[in-house]
């Protein structure tokens, strides 16, 4: 990858553009479906761009509860794009809506003083649930709801690669009905930074505009383009991240703690005393952090089997008093 980024072919992508970087988009696109794609530094302003395109002040979106564009964006959202979040519980599994719920939510319009429901931003897979996937029929079925109600849909894959390998489907099964997609080359792609909004030809040239206005632009971004391109070739290699993750939550639980059984690369963990488990594990040389109010932990291409042996061996059996006991 390193190798990739010296030797890539640049140009100014702010004037007249970068073909490193005007290849990744197109491959992007094509691998979405999507007519048009532009790179960004960050799968935040990604989304961002995405909610300022598509909402007015005065609009209200909906997404499900825990959402990163709800927790963890900084309120940008509301803040920038101007659009007033509505969580929605997850009434069909962990990070999961009914499109019967988005139906009820997205309601009929009211008077002139009323907020406007516009839109539904989706993920997948959805972080805070433990990398939980959206299969292909269970998306069309929200994006017609959606649409049926009038909403436009924006769709945060940051990890919509790890969605696809966990499905065995190519990544554009699941955008089906989608205005609007961020997708991430880090997350599990190994690339430095970078991800990518794609949507229409419009969207792509307006999302240029808004990316400039949110100091986005890059010169010699073929740079990091030509990451993002290495990182696109190792797509298939997640399902050893996924596996790993199976490794690791069934050693959890071995030793008797509460870790969910993961849908892809991320395995969630219920304590009873978050602030006490999370000092344990890092007393132990064990790097978690905290998510939805259990402890969060991520396998990656940096990570062997022979690392997660290791960890499981660190963390030890659960303390019952602390971390509680399985169930």
């Avoid at 598509?54 to 101007?82: I, M, Q, Y």
Wanted: net charge negative; hydrophobic share 45%.
């Amino acid at each position: 990858m390193r190798a990739a980024m010296a030797a890539a072919e640049v140009g100014d992508d702010v004037l007249d553009g970068d073909p490193t970087m005007r290849k990744l988009e197109e491959r992007i696109a094509a691998v979405l479906s999507a007519e048009a794609a532009l790179w960004v530094p960050s799968g935040s302003m990604g989304n961002l761009i995405a909610l300022a395109a598509h909402l007015k002040r005065g609009d209200a979106f909906l997404a499900p509860e825990g959402a990163h564009v709800l927790d963890a964006e900084l309120g940008t959202s509301a803040w920038l794009a101007g659009g007033m979040p509505r969580p929605m519980p997850h009434d069909a599994g962990p990070g999961q809506l009914s499109p019967g719920a988005v139906r009820k939510a997205a309601g009929t319009p009211g008077p002139y003083y009323t907020l406007r429901t516009t839109l539904l931003c989706l993920e997948n897979t959805h972080n805070a649930a433990g990398g939980t996937v959206t299969p292909p029929a269970q998306h069309a079925a929200l994006a017609s709801a959606a649409s049926d109600a009038g909403l436009r849909l924006h769709l945060d894959g940051a990890r919509l690669w790890h969605a696809a390998v966990a499905l065995d489907v190519p990544p554009a099964a699941l955008t089906v009905g989608a205005d609007t997609v961020q997708v991430c080359l880090s997350k599990g792609l190994g690339a430095p930074v970078g991800s990518v909004v794609a949507g229409s030809a419009d969207f792509a040239t307006e999302a240029r505009r808004l990316r400039k206005m949110l100091g986005g632009g890059v010169r010699q971004g073929g740079v990091l383009a030509a990451a993002g391109l290495v990182a696109l070739d190792g797509m298939d290699r997640l399902v050893e991240d996924h596996a790993k993750a199976t490794q690791l939550a069934t050693g959890l639980r071995e030793r008797g703690w509460r870790a969910e059984t993961p849908q892809t690369n991320i395995v969630l963990v219920a304590v009873l005393d978050l602030p006490s488990t999370l000092r344990r594990l890092e007393l132990a040389g064990v790097r978690a952090v905290p998510m939805a109010g259990k402890i969060r932990m991520v396998t990656h291409r940096d990570v062997s089997t022979a690392d997660i042996d290791e960890a499981l061996s660190r963390i030890g059996a659960v303390d019952v008093g602390v971390e509680g006991t399985a169930s």
